[in-house]
């Protein structure tokens, strides 16, 4: 596969997703969305891959928002039409069923930021800035922002970031909860594919089934919820991977796990 936006690459399981649009600081035009739509339907269906990496082309910019050229002239009907088709590429994002590492290199503004949020994980190198500038354009958050960022970091803060337009660097964005890590730029990518490696040698059943349960803690009230944990624990229990993995425990050894 090809794209004109994205640079891709599969080593040991891991797929390796560069927005590619440097001249631009990474932002995504509407090639860039429907390339990033295509590539993770595809990923999504391909057995060849347990874990992806996000990231962006460069030093300087993971994602730095939406193409700003995009937005002039757009009404009430196109505007929603527009935010619909960002979100629902986010949306594939996050309901993979494999887990999408973001690792943020640089600017995460706008755009940026809401497809961070999407990702399962986010690493940011030092570097890294956050945040969802929209107000300044007389717009709000419409790839997912006003929603996810509340459910991460809590109602008070996503009420600052978005009402302010102000971002935060990463040890900040750490603080808060924002980010799960912060490295080196130089070590950004190592980390990554480090933590890449170690969730792709687990039992990858296990793997589909928590993220399904965690996703939907944010859609279902707790006793929904935790009926969904229950039921997918006990697929779980269907599987030739738990007996695996409680033999090797027993024996004092590590899994050989088969993803059956």
């Known amino acids: 596969m090809t794209f004109q936006t994205l640079l891709y690459a599969v080593e040991n399981r891991i797929a390796i997703v560069t927005v590619n649009r440097p001249e631009k600081l990474n932002a995504l035009n509407a090639q860039a ?3 990033l739509m295509e590539l993770m339907t595809a990923l999504r269906n391909n057995d060849g891959v347990d874990v992806v990496i996000l990231t962006g082309a460069g030093e300087k910019s993971f994602v730095a928002g939406t193409d700003i050229g995009e937005l002039a002239g757009l009404d009430v009907h196109s505007g929603k039409e527009f935010s ?10 996050e309901n993979l069923g494999k ?8 600017y995460a503004l706008g755009g940026g930021c809401e497809l961070a949020l999407a990702c399962h994980i986010r690493l940011a190198s030092e ?35 978005i009402l302010t337009g102000v971002p935060i660097d990463a040890h900040e964005a750490y603080r808060i909860g924002l980010v799960n890590r912060v490295y080196p730029l130089a070590d950004l990518m190592p980390k990554a594919r480090a933590m890449a490696a170690l969730i792709g040698s687990m039992g990858q059943r296990a793997i589909h089934f928590a993220l399904e349960a965690i996703n939907v803690a944010d859609q279902t009230p707790l006793l929904e919820g935790l009926h969904r944990e229950a039921t997918l624990f006990g697929d779980c229990c269907n599987t030739q991977d738990v007996k695996e993995g409680t033999r ?10 088969k993803n059956r």
């Not at 107000?135 to 709000?140: K, M, R, T, W, Y």
């Not at 090797?248 to 796990?257: D, G, T, W, Y």
């Open 33 to 35: 969305k429907a390339e």
């Open 84 to 93: 619909k088709k960002g979100q629902e590429v986010f949306d594939l994002v």
């Open 99 to 106: 887990p999408v590492i973001a690792a943020v290199n640089g």
């Open 127 to 161: 570097n890294a800035r956050f945040g969802q500038p929209e107000v300044n354009l007389g717009i709000i958050p419409g790839y997912g922002g006003t929603q996810r960022l509340p459910r991460l970091i809590g109602k008070g803060r996503a009420m600052e970031l």
């Open 248 to 257: 090797a425990f027993l024996e004092k050894r590590k899994p050989s796990f």
